[in-house]
């Protein structure tokens, strides 16, 4: 099926199964190998995945598909090899931020533990000539944090005249892309304002640590590596802090599957190395995450918060009820028989699909959903734990999910260090820049859906 938004493009459907429900759109590059990348020349254009964002033709316009295309290996040994010139007003500071579902990849790949294969990349990227390798788990605290207020604010505001809920979380790029550029109204008032981790990782290495450094922000080139390819659609948002319009919060997107490739091509000597943190000091944190099986556990903070400030009600283990398959479950606070809070979490779109139905004909009996494009959750990205004919490698799957139980749970609000940054960074949790760093706003379509837009 050929783009008729889009050239240098084309578009097919393949057969829906479990694991891979459509077809993926190759993004050509615009420009051939340039010598920089040297060995690293054979790693694959960056790719599109339907499967995991349902980004129709009318999604990804062809300048996008460009910018994403850019989005690869080559481009990052093009600002490495930059740094080895003499002209030294070219050079950059590189940074490169680790999502936590990517390490369960890299462990599993290289038979470590969690840690040691997050010092593992930790040096084998700075062997490269990255300066600094950082973890977003700090920047998905202030978005976890910044939707529990939210989700209490719209349950207080809530009404069937004015419905703030249900509540959608917006962390998924592929699914907030399709909520943008497809569903349009009345699905985007429900999406959560708060920025995804991505994002506010973006403002966090741009402007706080750019401002410690005493560097300007486009003297860093920020390299995000995550689990799965929307991340790069996601890094072209426009929604920067005013300040730092000129420069984007992630220059370039490599999932954890292009980071393993260049790591099995390289022969360079590799000693592990400390993960960096955002505030100077030499103390390297302990690899955490939060809630949640196999995604950044919006739903078990957001639900234990809910039940604390609505209804003083302390949440200890949170217990998910399966409905229509793994990837859709409910979980519900009651007292005296009555439900009080019912959350679902959708993962998939075909279970997507059924939740947005509902809430089309106002008739969802969630407070709040957490929607993840991908099936399995983010482990089961489309950048990471994929066998070569483009399929989910179920055993490799089993195995990271294992490894990211093993994690220690930390909750947002157990963290001094972002206490620290809503003061000396934000000026309280409370202040307007607050709103900027922290909040977005959502898009309706630029154009009606077309009758080729996706059927589930």
Known sequence: MKCEHCTRKECSKKTKTDDQENASVDVLSPAQENGE????????????????????????????????????????????????????????????????????????????????????????????????????????????????????????????????????????????????????????????????????????????????????????????????????????????????????????????????????????????????????????????????????????HVFRHAAKELFNEDVGEVTYRTLRNKDFQEVTLEKNGEVLLRFAAAYGFRNIQNVILKLKKGKSPYHFVEVLACAGGCLNGRGQAQTEDGRADKALLRQMEGIYADVPVRAPEASARVQELYQEWLDGADSPRVQEALHTAYQGPGHPANSRDIKW
């Open 37 to 300: 990348a040297r060995e690293f020349h054979k790693l694959a254009d960056a790719k599109i995945f339907l499967s995991d964002c349902l980004a129709c033709d009318s999604c990804v316009t062809a300048e996008e598909g460009v910018q994403v295309s850019q989005q690869n290996a080559k481009d990052f040994f093009r600002v490495l090899n930059l740094n080895k010139k003499c002209n030294t007003s070219e050079h950059k500071v590189l940074a490169v931020s680790v999502c936590p579902q990517s390490l369960p990849y890299f462990a599993a790949k290289f038979s470590l533990s969690v840690t040691d294969a997050s010092r593992r990349l930790s040096g084998f990227l700075k062997s490269l000539g990255v300066h600094y390798v950082f973890d977003t788990t700090i920047a998905a605290d202030f978005s976890i944090l910044e939707s529990q207020r939210e989700f209490v604010r719209r349950y207080h505001q809530h009404s069937e005249g004015e419905p703030a809920l249900p509540m959608l979380t917006s962390a998924c790029p592929g699914w907030v892309r399709y909520a943008e550029r497809v569903l349009g109204h009345p699905v985007t008032p429900h999406l959560c304002t708060a920025k995804s981790p991505q994002q506010i990782m973006g403002s966090l290495v741009k402007d706080y640590f750019a401002r410690r450094q005493n560097l300007s922000p486009d003297k860093i080139f920020h390299v995000v590596v995550a689990p799965c390819y929307d991340k790069k659609l996601e890094a072209l948002r426009d929604d920067f802090p005013s300040a730092l319009r000129s420069s984007r919060g992630a220059d370039c997107v490599l999932t954890s599957g292009e980071i393993v490739q260049i790591m099995e091509q390289s022969d360079v000597s590799v000693k592990d190395a400390a993960v960096d943190t955002l505030f100077g000091d030499c103390k390297e944190e302990e690899v955490r995450r939060h809630g949640g099986a196999s995604s950044d556990g919006c739903l078990v």
